[in-house]
């Protein structure tokens, strides 16, 4: 089992950063990668950036060149820097991860750019 709890949402004008962050426990040295998702109202829950274990980062098209995902080992903890913040990526934000074939997903954050 894993447990992910996600903090640092908020609202931001439009511009403007963010940084939220994905704090991990249980059996954490099972996660193959973890991973930010975001869902808007009324829309389908899509990716934002993966980091795995090894091998490079992922980033969804709309977010490349101003999100950053990374992550602090010793925390274990698993952070998405977002800069020059748009309305569009208001949703809430949801961290994944991936362990022996099962997903675990955490409660979810709000983000909220004003234009």
């Known amino acids: 089992q894993v447990q992910l709890v996600e903090s640092g949402g908020g609202l931001v004008q439009a511009g403007g950063s963010l940084r939220i962050a994905c704090a991990a426990s249980g059996n954490i040295f099972s996660i193959n990668v973890m991973g930010w998702y975001r869902q808007a109202p009324g829309k389908q829950r899509d990716l934002v950036a993966l980091?795995?274990?090894?091998?490079?980062?992922v980033y969804a098209d709309s977010v490349k060149g101003r999100f950053t995902i990374s992550r602090d080992i010793a925390k274990n903890t698993v952070y998405l820097q977002m800069n020059s913040l748009k309305p569009e990526d208001t949703a809430v934000y949801y961290c994944?991860?991936?362990?022996?074939?099962?997903?675990?997903w955490g409660q979810g954050t709000q983000v909220t750019v004003s234009s």
């Open positions: 994944n991860a991936i362990s022996t074939g099962v997903n675990y």
């Open positions: 980091i795995p274990r090894s091998g490079s980062t």
